[in-house]
């Protein structure tokens, strides 16, 4: 299994970037996905989610500026995000679970996910 991010760099505030992460060993389909982001010094923190089913899940500061969306046949998993802000800026990492068509799972955690891709950096300019 490996995820694989890309698509950070550096924006101006108001800016958009779309980060992708592409699956491989493993159909995303049947999977729930997550973005975490890690600032400087701290823990990753939740983003946003879809599961296996397609509903998706967005933290608080996010909603309404980040769309999650996944592209079954490219077995890739997409973060838009729109209106940056300078508090966006952070290692974004993309995470699967192991479980196929898992309900159980805590998505908004990071113990809810048993594989990590190696993150791609994100920074916003004010």
């Known amino acids: 299994v490996q995820l694989q991010a890309s698509g950070g760099g550096l924006v101006q505030a108001g800016g958009s970037l779309r980060l992708s992460c592409a699956a491989s060993g493993f159909a995303l389909r049947s999977h729930n996905m997550g973005w975490f982001r890690q600032a400087p010094g701290k823990e990753p923190d939740f983003v946003a989610a879809v599961r296996w089913s397609g509903h998706t899940f967005y933290e608080d500061s996010v909603k309404g500026r980040f769309t999650i969306s996944r592209d079954i046949a490219k077995n890739t998993v997409y973060l838009q995000m729109n209106n940056l802000k300078p508090e966006d800026t952070a290692v974004y990492l993309c995470?699967?679970?192991?479980?196929?068509?898992?309900?159980?799972?805590?998505?908004?955690?990071?113990?809810?996910?048993?594989?990590w891709g190696q993150g791609t950096q994100v920074t916003v300019s004010s």
């Open positions: 995470a699967a679970d192991a479980p196929p068509l898992n309900i159980q799972s805590n998505i908004h955690a990071r113990d809810g996910y048993d594989y």
